[in-house]
């Protein structure tokens, strides 16, 4: 089984220091690293590909390095977290090969050490947890030198990191490590290190030297005395600063957990309720009767699947129904709505509206108003019995359908992308539109002339035919003059009559004008 030494800490709480100490120790702290910049100039001593796959885990949760305070509860059973163990593994063994003893500091994993406890047990990998700390108005002035952080937002991210390393670590194998005692005495530092996790101590001369030039007193940037003048009115990191002081160079007893309990429970109940979410969530049914009169239930809610029943104390028809799921941001799958008249009679109606900002066919609603609200009208208005709403509560407060800085800045690009390929799409389309406007416009004008043609040519025909009728009729007229004359030449000069087939006019126009017509197509 391998084994591996996790520093965790708030940013800019000296753990590139601790782990910089362990690497010239020999621990392997993979192939890629952060370089150094001008925050670090000594370096961060930070795996870059590990670095980047935290990052990679913030954004699915919509958050960042410096807003992790409203993370959903047991975000890490989520499927698309828990997915990502896979390829964690695939960087582990790219980065450390067949190193036995790995060495892993990024201040995020204090964030996100419940996905770090499930991956190491999967991967087979017996952890180590350092919790390195450092004066919180100190990290607050120093992130306001590099970060421009307000020195209230850097405090409670402090207490967030803190308490949050602290409470996911304590059933494991852990150190508190103040940062001032690495500076005053690296060696010492060590020596309880390598002691608390029975490691072999025994480094040398070049290792001794290396740690020596490492390791300057410079690199406390800011006055601690400046630091709390700046901030004198935060209780509660002062507090769980005082406490971490005790445990320095320990790891802890129920006793002194239960007083990061306190500490926690009143630093996370005061964030809420400065951020205006109540720690008690509530849906709220509104009847409306056809004589106008509302009448309001309120019914305490949870995560998870639940079944609101209400009762309905109304004699009155009812008109209207308003749910709200929440009294916070929520995000919610609604599963069915069971009504019971007092007939006993049960219908199922889906939702008329609701101001939901995300909703699919399966149900789902994602509530970024404070109000959410979903509303159904009955036609015609019911006598009511019972209302019961089936439905499972994903996410409360904060958590609901937050972006994270890389993926907000990606989500509008991509919409100011969509919007120029649709204005394009539509521009093709309307000269598309318009050439073939023109072309039909075209093809009329061919059209009437064809017609124009053919009424000519038409009407040259009826001409042509008429004309050559008058002619065969002439003929007619004389071929029957011809043959009666001489008829009756003969009758004269012989004094007989004789009798013999006459062909007919008609008979004679049909002969005339076939013999016409053959020589023309001759």
């Not at 047990?121 to 990290?139: A, E, G, Q, Y």
């Not at 004008?445 to 050559?468: A, D, P, R, Y």
């Not at 004359?485 to 004789?498: A, D, P």
Request: glycine share 4%; hydrophobic share 40%; aromatic share 12%.
């Amino acid at each position: 089984m391998r084994k591996a030494i996790v520093i965790l800490g708030m940013h800019r709480s000296g753990t590139s220091m601790v782990s910089g100490i362990l690497h010239r120790m020999g621990f392997d702290l993979g192939k890629h690293l952060w370089e150094n910049d001008f925050a670090n100039a000594k370096g961060y001593f930070e795996n870059s590909q590990i670095g980047t796959f935290n990052d990679y885990l913030l954004e699915l949760l919509h958050v960042n390095w410096h807003d992790t305070l409203l993370l959903p509860e047991y975000w890490w059973m989520d499927e698309k977290i828990s997915n990502q163990i896979d390829h964690f593994e695939a960087i582990i063994k790219d980065e450390f090969a067949a190193s036995s003893f790995l060495l892993l500091k990024d201040p995020r994993i204090s964030i996100l050490l419940p996905f770090y406890l499930l991956a190491f047990n999967k991967l087979h990998i017996r952890p180590s947890f350092i919790l390195n700390f450092r004066d919180p108005f100190t990290v607050a002035l120093s992130l306001k030198k590099r970060n421009n952080l307000a020195i209230s937002k850097s405090l409670i991210l402090w207490m967030d990191h803190t308490l949050k390393s602290e409470l996911y670590t304590r059933d494991q194998n852990r150190i508190f490590i103040h940062y001032d005692q690495i500076l005053a005495n690296p060696f010492l530092f060590l020596e309880m290190i390598f002691h608390h996790f029975k490691l072999e101590y025994n480094p040398t001369q070049i290792q001794k030297s290396q740690i020596i030039d490492f390791v300057d007193t410079k690199l406390r940037h800011n006055s601690v005395l400046n630091a709390r003048e700046s901030s004198m009115s935060f209780i509660e990191a002062q507090s769980l600063y005082d406490h971490l002081c005790t445990l320095n160079g320990k790891s802890t007893n129920c006793h002194e957990t239960v007083k990061f309990d306190k500490i926690g429970a009143a630093f996370y109940q005061k964030f809420k309720f400065f951020q205006g979410i109540d720690v008690a969530f509530e849906a709220l049914l509104q009847i409306e009767t056809i004589n106008g009169i509302r009448k309001t239930v309120l019914i305490p809610i949870h995560l998870g699947y639940m079944q609101l029943n209400f009762t309905v104390e109304c004699e009155a028809p009812v008109t209207t129904i308003i749910l709200n799921p929440c009294n916070q941001k929520t995000g919610l799958i609604l599963h069915t709505l069971l009504i019971t008249d007092n007939q006993n009679e049960k219908c199922e109606i889906h939702p008329y509206s609701t101001n939901a900002d995300w909703s699919d066919n399966a149900g789902t609603l994602v509530f970024e108003s404070e109000t959410p609200e979903i509303t159904y009208f009955l036609s015609p208005p019911k006598r009511l019995d019972k209302i019961v709403f089936s439905l499972t509560y994903t996410v409360f407060a904060g958590t609901t359908h937050r972006y994270g800085i890389h993926e907000r800045n990606h989500h509008i690009m991509k919409l100011t992308k969509d919007r120029m390929e649709c204005q394009e799409g539509i521009r093709t389309e309307k000269q598309n539109f318009e050439a073939i406007y023109a072309q039909m416009k075209e093809q009329e004008v061919e059209c009437k002339n064809t017609i124009e043609s053919l009424c000519q040519s038409i009407k040259k025909i009826e001409e042509f035919k008429g004309l050559e009728i008058s002619k065969i009729k002439i003929l007619l007229a004389e071929k029957e003059k011809e043959v009666l004359g001489i008829l009756q030449s003969y009758t004269w000069k012989t004094g007989k009559l004789i009798m013999f087939p006459i062909m007919s006019v008609c008979q004679l126009y049909n002969s005339i004008f076939k013999s016409k017509t053959d020589k023309k197509k001759c």
